[in-house]
């Protein structure tokens, strides 16, 4: 959420940040500003186009910062937007998070007389700093006095007039990374805004300070100990967090789907002794496969993934598995315990800061908790004793689609290797393995029917509402599916497990209420029709998702039908997301919405 991007060098920075701010723009769309040294800022409400078409020509220098905003404190206004100064204009600070006792620290401020200019915390943030850098003292033993005073959660960047060749960075709990090239250094938010420039890179850990000037780079804690940090590569590449002629990022991460399967799988699978291989938990492998109970935690689809994982690995393996929402999870009452229970975190941004709570909660209790995520380097991949990476490629769209199918191929994994642990013979294990290589051809086919669904949207563009039903193994990707519609085609949908209409919802449908029905041939495919019945007996519509073999049988039935190949029960959730993530795409795309940017929403929650 909000984009943070800074450049120190001999170039012109304009061009660099406005270029870093596009890249960014995934994580925050509601304002964007910049701050050039010799220049002062400029801001402005709406896209990073807006910012762009507003710039004067010689709005230029070499060094700066710039911020592409998701608002918590504050409409998404021009006074609001980032970078925000005290009142002199001395210090400027870009900001991701989010300061607690702001209001306190304002209180005071306006008490002193001083006039604020917008109601975010950023500027009660920078009269702070600005306040702690009196005559002779350094901007970053500023910065450092004045984050000693605040609560809450940062990463930030501040310059200053008094030091225009200084940019000072900050992180707690909200990622910056640092990008070191040829005589210029770049700090960003994630690894969008560097890649053009540098595979060379610093993540900055909790309470830890950069410095950088023209000269180089140092970081160190707020009590002023230098810290030394490797410097690490960026795996991705330029090419993979562009849009290779698709119209939007989401319709390109779906074609990578199977690409996202295969990479998820490589080098993992071992058919010849029925278990996989997960290098990243290979020295977690005694306590993992000893685990008596295994928690998962996640949010939004990440949390669905984990339900399906739920299945999978009491399916496999015949352990207890627990899925808590990681917005839910550190409120509870802890039952975990540290001797027998072990958590995996999933998350594909690898920032979710309920999903970071969750795992510190775990860690309180002495649990030992994994990550599965896809941002290499990212917190929680930092955060965790230990984990596998999805190796999904970048995923800018808002809407995760690609990952989401990779953290089920994951949990996949995961399952197998508890289940050989446990109660899966290795003829049984190998036959799994054959049937997971499969999955990206089959993942093809579904995407070859892509127009065939994009008809399918046309028709049903203008539904108000819609049930998405599935049981066991569908139940989960009934709410993958309807949260993909609620969110980038804003239509009213919900996730039920099908067995529960007949408890309460049922008596919403009428004629204009659609329900998309997941009815593959699974062990629940009698129930499921049963379910389509209940629905058109009393008038409702019905799109249904069959596999191939069925359709005949529920053509009689549904209104509509797509069929998707067969596979083994337990990974057909990884296939009957993929149309359904088609449908809302092709929903939104006719009903003329901005898809890769949806309202209200951004890429990577960093907020609670
Ligand atoms: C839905 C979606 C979100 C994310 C959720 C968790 O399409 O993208 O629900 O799945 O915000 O994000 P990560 O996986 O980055 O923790």
């Not at 596998?388 to 800018?396: F, S």
């Not at 089959?442 to 203008?462: G, N, Q, T």
């Amino acid at each position: 959420m909000c984009g943070i991007v800074g450049y120190v060098g001999k170039k012109n920075a304009t061009p660099v940040l406005m270029d870093g701010l596009r890249a960014l723009e995934y994580r925050g769309y509601d304002s964007a500003g910049i701050y050039v040294a010799g220049r002062g800022a400029l801001k402005r409400a709406g896209k990073v186009a807006v910012l762009a078409d507003s710039l004067p020509d010689d709005f230029e220098g070499t060094l700066g910062m710039a911020h592409t905003r998701w608002a918590t404190h504050g409409a998404p206004t021009e006074q609001n937007a980032h970078p925000h100064s005290d009142p002199t204009g001395a210090v400027w600070v870009v900001h991701n998070g989010i300061i607690e006792n702001y209001a306190d620290l304002k209180a005071s401020f306006l008490a002193e007389g001083v006039t604020f200019k917008s109601e975010t915390d950023t500027e009660v943030l920078a009269c702070l700093i600005a306040k702690a850098y009196t005559d002779g003292v350094l901007l970053e033993d500023a910065v450092s006095d004045a984050l000693a005073q605040v609560r809450g959660t940062y990463g930030l960047v501040v310059a200053s007039s008094r030091e225009p060749e200084k940019l000072v960075a900050a992180r707690a709990s909200s990622p910056v990374m640092l990008g070191i090239g040829d005589d210029e250094y770049f700090i960003a938010s994630d690894a969008t805004p560097i890649l053009k420039h540098t595979r060379d890179v610093i993540y900055l850990d909790d309470g830890e300070i950069a410095i950088l000037t023209p000269e180089g780079y140092e970081v160190r804690t707020h009590t002023r100990t230098k810290v030394e940090k490797p410097v690490e590569t960026l795996e991705w590449d330029v090419e993979a967090a562009q849009k290779k002629g698709y119209e939007h990022f989401m319709l390109k991460e779906m074609m990578e789907i199977p690409e996202a399967i295969e990479n998820t799988m490589r080098g993992r699978l071992l058919p010849g002794v029925g278990t996989v291989k997960l290098g990243g938990l290979e020295s977690a492998l005694p306590d993992l496969l000893s685990a008596k109970r295994i928690m998962l935690t996640g949010c939004g689809s990440a949390s669905y993934a984990a339900r399906v994982g739920e299945l999978m690995i009491e399916e496999f393996a015949g352990l207890p598995v627990e899925v808590e929402l990681g917005s839910e999870l550190r409120y509870r009452r802890p039952t975990m315990d540290p001797k027998d229970t072990v958590l995996f975190a999933i998350s594909q941004s690898g920032e979710t800061l309920d999903t970071i709570e969750a795992i510190r909660e775990a860690k309180r209790h002495g649990v030992r908790v994994y990550g599965v995520v896809n941002v290499v380097g990212s917190s929680i991949a930092r955060e965790t004793d230990a984990g596998v990476y999805n190796h999904a490629g970048p995923e800018i769209s808002v809407a995760s689609t690609k990952a989401v199918i990779s953290q089920m191929t994951v949990l996949a994994l995961i399952a197998i290797l508890l289940g050989r642990a446990n109660e899966l013979s290795q003829t049984e294990g190998a036959a799994l393995i054959k049937e997971l290589e499969r999955l990206p051809d089959l993942a093809r086919e579904i995407l070859e029917k892509r127009e065939e669904i994009h008809e399918l949207a046309k028709r049903y563009k203008d539904t108000e509402n819609a049930f998405y039903l599935g049981r066991k193994f569908q139940c989960p990707i009934a709410s993958e599916g309807a949260i993909k519609l609620k969110e980038i085609s804003y239509i009213h949908a919900e996730g039920y497990a099908a067995g529960e209409m007949k408890h309460g919802p049922i008596a919403l449908i009428e004629p204009s209420f659609l329900s998309v029905v997941l009815v593959p041939e699974d062990s629940m495919y009698e129930k499921s029709k049963s379910n389509i019945q209940e629905i058109r007996a009393r008038g409702g519509r019905v799109l249904a998702v069959t596999t191939e073999g069925c359709e005949d049988d529920i053509r009689t039935l549904a209104d509509d039908v797509i069929v998707i190949p067969k596979t083994h029960e337990a990974f057909l959730p990884i296939l009957t997301t993929i149309p359904l993530q088609l449908f809302a795409y092709y929903v939104a795309l006719e009903r003329g919405l901005p898809i890769d940017m949806p309202r209200n929403l951004a890429k990577s929650v960093t907020v609670e």
